[in-house]
């Protein structure tokens, strides 16, 4: 079976660099799973008016009003079946040394045919989720795009204003001379402008499945089935 970004791209998944096809090619069926370790050569926020989006964020493992220099993370896309039956894919970004009190980005993709794409849950509970716009740039590398967010709690189900909300744009592309993976990340908000950014390299290793479960402290603890 194809992986999640396999289906999202269709053809045009085909021109990635290889090594990102093989980063992005995580699924069940392939049976294994990607894990970079890196450093984020920057990581920083926006002017002093951004810091209640970003506490905010640290509620659910979406976003952290840090910031500095050189700090060690690990990514870590493991490929799962969840409890709706959906092929998933971990999105977890955990940055700090060991030993450290660390910071963590959590979202799980899922492949959905209604909305012809990945949808991106963000954070903890699944509250809230995005569509992601998927483009291969000419270079090979990947650029990944927010939309609209959406949040889904009980009986709740709304477009969240834009105001209230970043567009975040991530890149990632493979460089040949050093044998490293390469990220950067921005998210940007229409009124106050720039929120939160990271930019750094990694490596990768593709650690075989074990029955087909992804670790269950990088799962949401809570599934949302609404896209």
């Given amino acids: 079976m194809a992986s999640i970004f396999e289906l999202a791209l269709g053809q045009d ?32 926020r926006g002017a002093w008016w951004t810091l209640p989006f970003l506490h905010l964020g ?11 220099r050189n700090i060690p993370f690990t990514i870590e896309n493991h490929p799962y079946t969840d409890g709706f039956g959906r092929p998933t894919v971990t999105f ?32 903890t509970h699944q ?18 795009q927010t939309g609209d967010l959406r949040f889904y709690e009980g009986p709740l189900a709304f477009t969240v204003p834009a105001i209230f909300t970043g567009t975040a744009d991530l890149y990632e592309s493979y460089d040949d001379e050093r044998g490293v993976f390469t990220i950067q990340l921005q998210v940007r908000n229409p009124v ?3 929120l ?26 809570r599934e949302e089935l609404r896209e």
């Fill in 127 to 144: 509250h809230l989720a995005t569509d992601l716009k998927l483009e291969v740039l000419t270079d090979g590398s990947l650029h990944l």
């Fill in 92 to 123: 977890v970004r955990t940055l700090g040394p060991a030993r450290a009190k660390k910071s963590r980005f959590d979202a799980t993709m899922v492949h959905s045919p209604r909305r012809r794409g990945i949808v991106d849950y963000l954070g």
């Fill in 196 to 221: 939160f950014g990271y930019r750094g390299e990694f490596t990768c290793t593709y650690p075989s499945l074990a029955d087909a479960v992804a670790p269950s402290a990088l799962k949401p603890l």
């Fill in 13 to 44: 998944f085909e021109r990635l660099h290889p090594m990102l096809q093989k980063r992005f090619g995580v699924d069940v069926e392939a049976g294994y799973a990607c894990v970079g370790r890196g450093i984020f050569s920057e990581v920083r």
């Fill in 192 to 194: 106050f402008g720039f």
């Fill in 58 to 68: 640290t509620y659910r493992n979406i976003l952290f009003p840090g910031q500095g």
